[in-house]
């Protein structure tokens, strides 16, 4: 009796570890350097989207984790440390000096935080799929696409209905 109750037992928690319900959140991972200025402008940034914005049109869930990284810098050259980021935050353009891969997708970053406290957000190439979806989505909460003003409308030129008849000299 016992050997049947533990033999029950264990088929039932083997069904209960193949049945669990694969992760619905697709991920978005945040890369840059641990303690910089911009930090605390974007970790509460992050927050504010997480909680009101973070849903793909399919209807799965965006889980945002912020990895500051003491040796950002130093790593930052490894392709096989950037590959794991989906967004990578710098200070400046003079940072993607690390790896000529960077500084060619540097041409695709937002610049993001504050006038004051600069940030630069680019999504690598190597992002695709739904992660690649949701990072834009995040990106462009962080660093909104700011539609240039159109340029002044020129007046309309005057058809030869419009121009007054010249006045014949008296």
Do not use: W
Request: net charge negative; glycine share 4%; proline share 9%.
């Amino acid at each position: 009796m016992a050997l049947t109750l533990c033999a029950v037992a264990l088929v039932l928690f083997v069904a209960g570890c193949k049945g669990k319900k694969q992760d619905d959140f697709v991920h978005v991972d945040v890369y840059g350097q641990m303690d910089a200025r911009y930090y605390p402008i974007l970790a509460s940034r992050l927050r504010v989207f997480s909680h009101e914005h973070a849903k793909l049109p399919t209807g799965r869930k965006i889980l945002v984790s912020a990895v500051m990284d003491a040796d950002f810098y130093a790593r930052l050259a490894d392709p096989a440390y950037r590959a794991q980021a989906q967004m990578i935050v710098l200070n400046s353009e003079q940072e993607t000096a690390a790896d000529p891969n960077l500084a060619a997708e540097f041409v695709h970053a937002r610049k993001g935080c504050t006038e004051q406290i600069p940030c630069y957000l680019l999504i690598p190439n190597s992002v695709s799929g739904e992660q690649r979806q949701a990072a834009q989505q995040l990106l462009d909460y962080l660093a909104p696409v700011v539609a240039a003003a159109p340029p002044p409308a020129a007046a309309p030129a005057a058809s030869p209905a419009d121009t007054p008849p010249a006045s014949s000299p008296q």
